[in-house]
């Protein structure tokens, strides 16, 4: 039995969630039921909590409210997706009942579960039940119950556990969606293998080191706190993607990387190769590199100076970057994917880009990042997808700026708020107003494919089929996608609109977007239709009605 839990205890038990969760992302991936390509809530929480689990091994802290002090704010900066944002609401809650604790009770560890459910429920706008709210929730309750008369802390993490799989498997009859698809809700389900992870560990059943995480990003995390600064042989992490535009044979470059470096890794396909290594002389590496062909991204880390005090003292304060000075009263932060895109928001005013959206949820910390250098006083920032809207409003109270997050959906309703913001001549507030009425008066008609099979909404959908979907309602799918189009084009009867923009995908030509110009414009002939080549990935168009 097991009456309290002291830091190094309660660090193996968060160690062991997070690789629990590494381990079955895919499983919690599985049971998303829309069979849109989408950021996976397995992978968004499984990454959450991969930061809280990297910081943790990195800093060590000592003492329960340091352990989570240290895991809250390493997952609030590493929030992905809404999941992701809630994961680190919960453990919020905790830290706040932790804090300046080097142990805790059954009665702490209780009201810690509980005041994370209250921090997570006051921040959710419109909580849903039949999720992992729900499942935190019943399982807090239960804790909180148990530690009324008991102080074994094994039996108290065996009520919260038993109470979880219950409200996990309610979970089918509270959300409409999931009983139409009969299955539980993703994110309880993480919730749950949180708390089965953390009781195996008490019980001595795992250890972090229980879990086969090779090749993950959990495992690949560098740790620089178990040795000294003097042993670190080859100071500079170089990474780098380079395009291959010859003939000339990868494994030349990998016994190049094997007499200047360790740690060397080279991965490569019919296009790019991808590199990782240890070196002294990154630029040595980087002139070899050329010869292969253009780089694409770089970059390099001087993993001694990481490890200094002054690195460490930079990352006790989450690594933030000194803020830009403001330049101007008013600034833009826009999370999109695809060239065109971001030259199109950059054109409206956009003053950072953060690379995202679906399938790429952007953590918390990224958005953050552009948000502080944007040279503005007060900074707007377009989410751009309903998945990242949480992500970014996580950075309204730790950015030195002031943030203001227009929770657009779509790219089209981020464009269309940009389009019609004056930063030079209105108000906060006007700039505010403008840009909610913009993206009401936006609907947003996508083109992309099934990423699973699936039984939806009445629709048998076959991977790899074509879906079309407007407001996110499924329209339906099918092998031929001018049929689609067709009934796409009928659903906008009821909306009339205007205006008509299509932006293209990576994999659509332009000839091919011209046809669908000319469908729409048959179709809708007092609509003005415009292309763009967005560049965008996932969707093969992203049709803009206003």
Do not use: W
């Not at 630029?283 to 002054?310: F, P």
Request: glycine share 8%.
């Amino acid at each position: 039995m097991k009456e309290t839990i002291d830091g190094v205890i309660f660090t193996d038990m968060l160690l062991c969630a997070a690789a629990a969760l590494e381990t079955n992302k895919q499983s919690l991936n599985d049971l998303n039921v829309f069979p849109v390509p989408d950021g996976d809530t397995g992978t968004n929480m499984s990454m959450t909590m991969g930061a809280g689990a990297a910081e943790l091994r990195r800093r060590r802290p000592s003492g329960v409210g340091e352990v989570s002090k240290c895991m809250a704010s390493a997952l609030l900066r590493g929030a992905r997706g809404n999941s992701g944002v809630i994961l680190s609401l919960l453990f919020r809650g905790v830290a706040k009942v932790l804090k300046g604790k080097e142990q805790f009770d059954c009665y702490d560890f209780a009201q810690a579960l509980s005041e994370g459910v209250e921090s997570a429920y006051s921040a959710v706008m419109k909580p849903a039940e039949g999720t992992i709210l729900t499942v935190s929730r019943l399982a807090a309750a239960a804790a909180v119950d148990f530690a009324e008369s008991g102080n074994d802390l094994e039996l108290l993490l065996s009520c919260a556990l038993e109470s979880a799989k219950d409200a996990l498997a309610d979970t089918v009859n509270l959300n409409p969606v999931l009983k139409k698809a009969g299955v539980v809700d993703a994110g309880g389900k993480g919730y749950v293998i949180i708390l089965e992870a953390m009781l195996s560990c008490l019980r001595g059943e795992v250890t972090p080191d229980s879990y086969d995480l090779s090749g993950t990003e959990i495992a690949e995390t560098v740790d620089f706190s178990d040795f000294d600064t003097g042993e670190i042989t080859f100071g500079y992490c170089t990474e780098f993607i380079v395009s291959k535009s010859n003939n000339k044979s990868v494994d030349e470059l990998r016994v190049f990387l094997q007499n200047i470096g360790d740690s060397a890794v080279v991965v490569d396909d019919e296009e790019i190769i991808k590199t990782h290594i240890h070196t002294n002389d990154p630029g040595i590496v980087l002139t070899e590199a050329l010869s292969y062909g253009a780089l694409l991204t770089v970059k390099i880390e001087n993993m001694r100076e990481q490890h200094s005090d002054l690195t460490e003292a930079a990352h006790m304060q989450g690594e933030q970057t000194k803020p830009a000075e403001p330049e101007k009263e008013f600034g833009a932060v826009a999370v999109c994917a695809g060239q065109g895109i971001a030259e199109l928001f950059k054109e409206l005013g956009v003053d950072s880009i953060v690379t995202g959206g679906q399938t790429m949820n952007p953590s918390t910390e990224d958005i953050l990042k552009a948000v502080e250098s944007t040279p503005a006083s007060t900074v707007f920032v377009f989410p751009n997808n309903k998945n990242i809207i949480m992500a970014a409003e996580q950075c309204i109270p730790i950015s030195d700026k002031k943030v203001i997050v227009i929770p657009t959906k779509t790219i089209p309703q981020g464009v269309s708020a940009m389009l019609n913001m004056d930063t030079y001549s209105q108000t906060e507030d006007e700039l505010t107003e403008t840009a909610l009425e913009s993206i009401e008066n936006v609907h947003t008609a996508l083109v992309t494919y099934a990423a699973r099979d699936s039984d939806f909404d009445g629709h048998t959908i076959k991977s790899g089929e074509y879906l079309a979907l407007l407001d996110g309602a499924l329209l339906g799918s099918g092998s031929d996608i001018s049929e689609l189009m067709g009934r796409l084009t009928e659903a906008l009867d009821d909306i009339e609109p205007e205006f008509l923009t299509v932006y293209y995908g990576e994999d659509v030509s332009a000839d091919d977007a011209d046809d669908i110009k000319t469908q729409l414009a048959e179709a809708k002939p007092d609509a003005e239709v415009s292309v763009v080549n967005g560049g965008q990935p996932v969707y093969y168009y992203m049709i803009s009605a206003e």
